[in-house]
Nanobody
Framework: QVQLVESGGGSVQTGGSLRLSCEAS????????MGWFRQYSGRKEREGVA????????LYVDSVKGRFTISKDNAKNTLYLQMNSLKPEDTAMYYC?????????????????WGQGTQVTVSS
């Protein structure tokens, strides 16, 4: 069973920065897709924010391009999301997730293992 533990969320003002971390119980140096998703309060669906696909390429949702950066430290089996120039619309619960091989999408249904989430709140 894959375990994922997120940390680093918090409350910041508009324009601030946060770095999320996700410690994984499996190697992050693999052909599995993995990345960050968010879920807005009161909404059921999750949005793929930034992921590594099975070729190690990064995929971002348009609304965060140029502001968020996904990275990983394979020696620590840890995934990161650096979030800069935060906006109130970035307020959400952020989740780390891992999918399978041959995965080239931000679509949440292709991701099978999920962490418990960490809350990010951006005030204006």
């Amino acid at each position: 069973q894959v375990q994922l533990v997120e940390s680093g969320g918090g409350s910041v003002q508009t324009g601030g920065s946060l770095r999320l971390s996700c410690e994984a119980s499996v190697s992050t140096e693999s052909d599995k897709c993995m990345g960050w998703f968010r879920q807005y309060s009161g909404r059921k669906e999750r949005e793929g924010v930034a992921v590594f696909d099975s070729d190690g390429m990064t995929l971002y949702v348009d609304s965060v391009k140029g502001r968020f950066t996904i990275s990983k430290d394979n020696a620590k089996n840890t995934l990161y999301l650096q979030m800069n120039s935060l906006k109130p619309e970035d307020t959400a619960m952020y989740y780390c997730a891992v999918g399978g091989p041959n995965c080239y999408t931000r679509w949440p249904d292709e991701y099978f293992y999920w962490g418990q989430g960490t809350q990010v709140t951006v005030s204006s």
